[in-house]
């Protein structure tokens, strides 16, 4: 940067400065920079300062509650989140572990998946029903799916040898039984899984909590003495610099 933009850049701050200083001392020039007019800023600087800090500490009070709130809330959230996740897994598993695969056939934990023309399907495999019957020169693969449907799968020797068919029948009658003890434990679990999600849905005890004390926060902050002083002072301090200058400072943002 030149001495020109320096230069830009230097005024630009001063502006500023002077535009801060007029706003927070509006009137004339004199009242907002004159030494003579010195003790008129500080009595209205002070009184703005103590108001500002006053609403700083009040803010800072019902942010804490809020924030407070805000946790009670995320945590009820995420129990009821877990205690639902629990429920979706025993009422469904989904695939599980990947195990054997043959041709179009992928075995999984819960689930054997069949692809046909490029569209894989998922089928509970603790309802699934398998044999294989072998030839000279291939095996075919028997299923009678879920849903009652049947499908006959052939696999030419060429491609896959009948050991790896006879592994791939053994490996999914064992996965099917598994299967059946998981289904059945999955059961036995989900009425009190069920329950549980039910009463962390309704226990928001401490949700509820949490907002009383919020409201109670804002409401004694609301009615807090040491506000209505400072601000009692300040519109004072305002009235005593709007007399000698003719215009009245701007009061400081109340928001929170």
């Not at 007019?37 to 804490?64: F, K, M, P, Q």
């Not at 996965?175 to 999955?186: P, Y």
């Not at 036995?188 to 009463?199: H, I, N, V």
Request: net charge positive; charged share 30%.
């Amino acid at each position: 940067m030149g001495t020109l933009g320096w230069l830009l850049v230097i005024a630009a701050v001063a502006a500023a400065a002077v535009l801060w200083r007029w706003l927070q001392y509006p009137g004339a020039w004199r009242y907002a920079f004159e030494a003579r007019y010195a003790d008129h800023r500080r009595d209205l600087g002070t009184h703005r300062s103590h108001l500002c800090a006053v609403r700083r500490a009040s803010r800072r009070t019902v942010s804490t509650a809020r924030d407070g709130a805000a946790r009670a809330a995320a945590a009820h959230r995420s129990r009821v989140v877990a205690a639902q996740a629990e429920v979706d897994r025993l009422r469904d598993p989904g695939r599980g572990a990947e195990g054997e695969t043959l041709g179009s056939l992928r075995l999984f934990e819960h689930k054997l998946v069949l692809t046909t023309n490029g569209r894989a399907a998922d089928h509970a495999l603790d309802a699934v029903l398998l044999h294989a019957d072998h030839t000279a020169g291939a095996s075919h693969l028997h299923l009678v799916l879920p849903d009652g449907a049947q499908r006959e799968l052939p696999f030419a020797h060429s491609e896959f040898a009948e050991e790896k068919i006879r592994a791939f029948v053994i490996a999914a009658r064992d996965g099917v039984a598994r299967a059946k003890t998981a289904r059945l434990e999955r059961e036995a679990k989900l009425p009190a899984a069920e329950a549980a999600l039910t009463e962390v849905r309704a226990d928001t005890a401490e949700v509820d909590r949490a907002r009383e004390r919020l409201d109670e926060i804002r409401a004694e902050q609301d009615a807090d003495p040491a506000i209505a002083e400072a601000e009692q002072a300040f519109e004072a301090a305002c009235g005593r610099w709007q007399k000698l200058t003719g215009t009245r400072p701007l009061r400081p943002r109340a928001a929170r």
